[in-house]
């Protein structure tokens, strides 16, 4: 079955910087368009980047500058690195895949920015 795998959240100070990874099993990773979304409590679920298979980039307005997605399809990885975090980036950040019947999600992982 698919699995979406975070990892590398944390507590992190306004300024600084995370890089999140997402291990993807149960597919053929390199076919597909990888996303990062992130809730914060009280706000819906939104898009922070996705990344084709092709590697073309796109990036939610509250990020571009600031955060890179990547991918490593050798290790069924994608990544987020968030830099010049500021307080109103703190949101459980999941991972997802579309594949097409349904789309599918990682159990998240919760990244705060504060001092």
């Known amino acids: 079955q698919v699995q979406l795998v975070e990892s590398g959240g944390g507590l992190v100070q306004p300024g600084g910087s995370l890089r999140l990874s997402c291990v993807a099993s149960?597919?053929?990773?390199?076919?597909?368009?990888m996303d990062w979304y992130r809730q914060a409590p009280g706000n819906q679920r939104e898009l922070v980047a996705s990344i084709s298979r092709n590697s073309n980039r796109n990036y939610g307005d509250s990020v571009k500058g600031r955060f890179t997605i990547s991918r490593d399809n050798a290790k069924n990885t994608v990544y987020l690195q968030m830099s010049s975090l500021k307080i109103e980036d703190t949101a459980v950040y999941y991972c997802?895949?579309?594949?097409?019947?349904?789309?599918?999600w990682g159990q998240g992982t919760q990244v705060t920015v504060s001092s």
């Open positions: 149960g597919i053929i990773f390199r076919l597909y368009v």
């Open positions: 997802s895949v579309d594949l097409g019947l349904q789309r599918y």
